[in-house]
């Protein structure tokens, strides 16, 4: 009875331990990673063993050649799970021919452990000792990680598991060399579940492993919609902004009227601000002279508004100011301070500081949905202002004209 206790528990650990190993390749489909493939052969090499040493004891003659089958399995497994925590820690991957004395060494043991002591529990507990070391030594391979690392869960689960293993199968070589010396058997319940009990060790640890993997992958995704997003920020920026000046543009200016309708925004001031005498800078300095004089027009708006207050460059030369919650007196105070802020802007090609000229029309509205009839009337506001101003002009020239004709 005790005897098919234990194959049925060797059975299980071996169906338990092959879905692990499936799980395991078939992650390896759909997420590159050189330590998951580490795993993945590690799960299938144990799971070999596991199959030959239930093999071993219906094999008769042939049982010795299973049992050697079975023990160079599990150093395979381990060579191959430290392999996997060691690429995780740094990326580096082992050198198979430079571990040629490792693996000669695991054949030794593999070729006395089947061979040697006749009884398969005096054999399996030297190999208990063994397999206690090498669950130690990957422990070790996943202390020293990034700090980023450390944090996840899937790398804290594989730590604990890998903890228990090694005490666990510590635990099984103690009991072997304990009953040896006292010359006792071991208690029915831990000799009879001590397959179970290895597998829901294992179980635990192989979960953890494809939780590493699946929370590379998520981080990465993370990462990658990360940068996707702030490429469609930018894209959005692009498509918003005039590429001159930094201010919104009119694909801006109907987007932001929708929202504001959607928040119910109360209303405001429309103010319409014309650069004077574009045509005669771009003629007599030249284009990139009026460029600049465009952009001083834009930075100085920026200076002048507040925070939430939104500049579009509606035109070629021509600035439309969206100012929520003020009144027409208090923007048009505010635009008194263009004129300190063009009186001496440097042109390219200039020798010294010009003085740049605005005319600035102002509509007040009630509600953003009587906006479009507020920038009308400002826009006509700011034409009054620049005709009254070039009438002015015309008759100041035409007084200094008559002057000099009368002292000839």
Not at 36 to 55: E, K, N, P, Q
Not at 122 to 134: E, H, K, S, W
Not at 300 to 314: E, I, K, Y
Not at 315 to 321: A, K, S, V
Request: glycine residues 8%.
């Amino acid at each position: 009875m005790e005897q098919l206790f234990n194959l049925f528990g060797i059975a299980v650990q071996a169906g338990g331990i092959a879905l692990l190993a499936l799980l395991t390749a078939s992650l390896c489909r759909s997420i590159d990673r050189t330590y998951l493939r580490y795993w993945a052969a590690a799960w299938t090499a144990m799971a070999i063993a596991l199959g030959m040493l239930f093999v071993s004891f219906h094999a008769g003659r042939l049982g010795r050649v299973a049992q050697f089958v079975y023990f160079l399995g599990e150093y395979v497994f381990g060579f191959l799970l430290i392999a996997g925590c060691r690429n995780l820690r740094n990326g580096m991957e082992p050198d198979l021919l430079a571990q040629w004395r490792w693996m000669l060494a695991a054949c030794a043991c593999a070729v006395v452990l089947a061979v040697l002591p006749p009884d398969f529990t005096l054999r399996f507990g030297p190999q208990a000792l063994i397999m206690a070391a090498i669950f130690g030594l990957a422990f070790s391979r996943l202390r020293p990680i990034p700090r980023a690392r450390q944090r996840r869960l899937g790398i804290r689960v594989a730590r604990m598991a890998l903890a228990g293993m090694a005490a666990l199968f510590a635990l099984h070589g103690g009991m072997v060399l304990v009953t040896v010396a006292m010359q006792t058997a071991e208690p029915f319940f831990y000799r009879a579940f001590l397959s179970i009990y290895d597998l829901v060790m294992e179980a635990t640890l192989g979960f953890s492993l494809v939780m590493i993997a699946t929370e590379d992958v998520r981080e990465e995704l993370e990462r990658a919609n990360a940068r996707l997003a702030r490429s469609r920020d930018g894209m959005e920026r692009l498509a918003h902004t005039d590429s001159l000046t930094g201010a919104f543009n009119r694909r801006a200016f109907e987007s932001m009227v929708e929202e504001w309708r959607e928040r119910s925004a109360g209303g405001g001031v429309a103010a319409v601000v014309d650069l004077d005498n574009l045509k005669w800078i771009n003629d007599g300095m030249g284009h990139a002279a009026g460029d600049a004089a465009i952009l001083a027009v834009a930075q100085a708006l920026a200076g002048s508004l507040r925070r939430d207050d939104r500049v579009f460059r509606w035109g070629g030369d021509e600035f439309l100011c969206v100012l929520l919650g003020m009144s027409e007196a208090e923007v048009r105070a505010r635009f008194q301070q263009l004129g300190e802020r063009l009186g001496a802007v440097m042109l390219h090609g200039g020798t010294a500081p010009a003085r740049v000229e605005v005319s600035v029309g102002v509509a007040a509205f009630r509600t953003v949905a009587l906006i479009d009839a507020a920038i009308a009337a400002a826009d006509a506001d700011m034409y009054r202002i620049k005709s009254a101003r070039k009438a002015a002009r015309r008759v100041a020239e035409a007084a200094v004209t008559a002057g000099t004709t009368f002292i000839q």
